[in-house]
């Protein structure tokens, strides 16, 4: 099977499974709740109910306000999420809709499943949570995502295919 992966900047730090199944299956379910805060819930609620004249796009920066302003509340109330700490932090050389393959320095093993975060270069930035396994050599193959983060990861590598697509136009 032939993967097609495309450049892409960004990081995932993550850990070997093994016996932590629970301890990061609990993590990945949290994260997967991250936008169901009240603010979040009241404005999806409101757009289903009616047909409203609110620009979405201003909506949904003053959610995103909203919820930097609850962040920084937190902060100062010392009560932070703490996130589970990963042992390996690396770069991501690029991307496939369902693989990405890491830089070349760290090898996966095979047939283990690990855990992961990568920070995502999308509006609202957030981390995304993934379970993956080796595919071959240094490519991952993607095991479990949230369905929303499934659509950020696609729409961010194809962003990042029109992008390799404009450079090789360029290039010419």
């Given amino acids: 099977m032939n993967v097609t992966l495309y450049r892409a900047p960004i990081e995932i730090a993550f850990s070997l499974v093994g016996e932590n199944k629970k301890i990061f299956k609990r993590e990945f379910d949290s994260l997967g709740e991250a936008d169901d805060d009240p603010i979040g819930n009241w404005v999806k609620i409101a757009n289903t109910k009616s047909n409203s004249d609110a620009d979405p796009l201003l909506l949904k920066l003053l959610v995103e306000m909203h919820r930097?302003?609850?962040?920084l509340q937190k902060i100062v109330e010392n009560?932070?999420?703490?996130?589970?700490?990963?042992?390996?932090?690396?770069?991501?050389?690029?991307?496939g809709y369902e693989y990405f393959k890491i830089d070349d320095g760290f090898l996966l093993e095979d047939d283990k499943q690990y855990y992961?975060?990568?920070i995502m270069p999308v509006f609202p930035e957030r981390q995304v949570a993934l379970?993956?396994?080796?595919?071959k050599d240094n490519i991952a193959k993607i095991e479990l995502m949230h369905n929303r983060?499934?659509?950020?990861?696609?729409?961010?590598v194809s962003?990042?295919?029109?992008a390799?697509?404009?450079?090789m136009k360029n290039v010419d």
């Fill in 149 to 156: 983060d499934i659509g950020e990861w696609d729409f961010y």
């Fill in 159 to 162: 962003s990042r295919e029109r």
């Fill in 131 to 135: 379970f993956f396994k080796k595919h």
């Fill in 68 to 71: 930097k302003i609850d962040n």
């Fill in 164 to 167: 390799m697509i404009r450079e």
């Fill in 116 to 118: 992961g975060r990568i």
């Fill in 79 to 95: 009560k932070e999420v703490e996130h589970i700490s990963l042992s390996t932090s690396i770069h991501i050389q690029s991307v």
